[in-house]
């Protein structure tokens, strides 16, 4: 059965701290890792995976794929308290006409 | 970024009564839309999926008959939550793709709160 699996559930850090987000996968036929950001309301894009590796960048925020490991981490560098959301990640189906997504890891950065 | 764009970011409803919800992907024809619920503190439990022009593939323990989905154009879909009762009150999330392995993108999501 296919599944995305993250770790930790939640986690608390204080502002300033490195964390590392992880999600696991199996999916049939593996095609892209995509993660996300939610505060309030709807998810934001933040990073799609397709390439093992290979690291992606944004301001504090980079991730990268072990396609042999069938994960990826996400890692948030000097958090903020902005930076407090859930972290979800999610990878296609085969056909592309399904997203499984992980239970998310809800991040809280106290200042 | 593409925009996908939804309707009502909230709504009040009367118990018994049904309540539409309409997403629409803005700048990008969306052939497969996917439904969302969302408990707090939860992550997102997929509802359904739509493809363009075909019914909807609901999800084991989701209510086709309750949850009814529309995907008539490649850029609009709606979910219409007939006979609605306060269990009903949560909030959903829709997302659009235009494809396999590509990245999908979120409607701003809708509260529902049923009274």
């Known amino acids: 059965e296919d599944k995305v699996v993250q770790s930790p559930l939640s986690l608390v850090v204080h502002e300033g701290d490195t964390v590392t987000l992880n999600c696991s996968y199996e999916?049939?036929?593996?095609?892209?890792l995509l993660w996300y950001k939610q505060e309030k309301k709807a998810p934001t894009f933040l990073f799609m995976l397709?390439?093992?590796?290979i690291e992606k960048k944004s301001g504090r925020l980079s991730s990268i794929l072990d396609k042999k490991e069938l994960s990826s981490i996400l890692n948030i560098t000097a958090t903020q308290t902005g930076d407090s959301a859930i972290y979800l990640c999610?990878?296609?189906?085969?056909?592309?006409?399904?997203?499984?997504f992980g239970t998310g890891t809800s991040l809280t950065v106290i200042p | 970024g593409a925009v996908v764009s939804q309707h009502p970011s909230r709504v009040i409803c009367k118990s018994g009564t049904s309540v539409k919800i309409e997403c629409r992907s803005l700048?990008?024809?969306?052939?497969?839309m996917f439904w969302y619920r969302q408990f707090p503190k939860q992550s997102l439990m997929l509802m359904a999926t739509?493809?363009?022009?075909?019914?909807?593939?609901?999800e084991q323990g989701v209510e086709k008959d309750k949850f009814l989905i529309n995907h008539a154009s490649l850029t609009l879909s709606t979910l219409t939550v007939t006979s609605a009762h306060p269990e009903d009150s949560s909030f959903y999330i829709c997302?659009?793709?235009?494809?396999?392995?590509?990245?999908?993108?979120f409607g701003e999501g809708s509260w529902l709160t049923v009274v």
């Open positions: 999610a990878v296609p189906s085969n056909t592309g006409n399904q997203f499984y």
């Open positions: 397709t390439s093992s590796g």
């Open positions: 999916v049939t036929n593996f095609r892209s």
């Open positions: 997302s659009a793709g235009g494809g396999a392995g590509g990245t999908i993108y």
């Open positions: 700048d990008f024809q969306a052939t497969t």
């Open positions: 739509s493809n363009e022009g075909s019914k909807a593939t609901y």
